[in-house]
């Protein structure tokens, strides 16, 4: 069945800086990329997505790349902030009718 | 529009009762799914409801089941409690057809002593 790997598990970085955190799926036939920040205690929120007819989409200082042929995706959050920590998660879905299946997450911590 | 919602937030139960959990969706998403999250782990999906049918399912054994009414709402059951299902459960909708986005509630933080 379809796997979705997620690296870095942590990642730590100095307000300011970028992070990027990168995700591989197998099956080919994904065609939607969704990208989730859950703060502590919260629930998931969906931040930005992609489908398989793009390869770059952007929102401020977040940004996702596709690259269909490596069949992997990134998340890329410039001029980070403490607020930006939490843990992300990637997911990758067929069609609508499919489960989604989800990423095992990155801790992402902001150092002021 | 209102968001998905959940009830109730926080459940104590104990090692052998059974739970049920609700999860309302957002208005005119028809489908429902449910996760459960502990504490370092990720989302582990349970089950998948769309039009009162269960359409996807986890690796979960069969006391955890689930169901779907007319109006999209979705209940969760666990029976035979044991202390390993203490997690926060996650419920999440999303349209039907071409509806690719999917929205999380609060949770429900469950507890089993």
């Known amino acids: 069945g379809e796997n979705v790997e997620q690296h870095p598990s942590t990642l730590s970085v100095q307000e300011g800086d970028s992070a990027v955190i990168k995700c591989t799926y197998s099956?080919?036939?994904?065609?939607?990329f969704p990208w989730y920040k859950q703060e502590l205690g919260k629930r998931p929120q969906l931040i930005i997505d992609i489908r398989s007819n793009v390869g770059e989409k952007k929102d401020q200082r977040i940004a996702v790349t596709l690259n269909k042929t490596a069949k992997h995706f990134s998340l890329h959050i410039t001029e980070t902030q403490p607020e930006d920590s939490a843990v992300y998660f990637c997911a990758a879905l067929k069609t609508s009718y499919d489960k989604v299946i989800f990423g095992p997450g990155t801790s992402l911590s902001v150092i002021p | 529009k209102a968001g998905v919602t959940q009830t109730p937030r926080y459940l104590i139960k104990t090692r052998g009762q059974q739970v049920t959990l609700s999860c309302s969706p957002i208005?005119?998403?028809?489908?429902v799914s449910w996760y459960q999250q502990t504490p370092g782990q990720g989302l582990q999906f349970l089950f998948e409801y769309f039009s009162e049918t269960q359409r996807n399912k986890g690796n979960f054994p069969g006391r955890f089941s689930g169901r779907q009414f007319s109006n999209s709402r979705s209940e969760m059951n666990v029976s035979t409690l044991e202390l390993g299902d203490s997690a926060l459960y996650l419920c999440a909708s999303r349209l039907a057809g071409d509806g690719y986005e999917q929205y999380f509630g609060p949770g429900t933080r469950l507890t089993v002593t």
């Open positions: 208005s005119g998403h028809r489908s």
């Open positions: 099956d080919s036939a994904s065609n939607y």
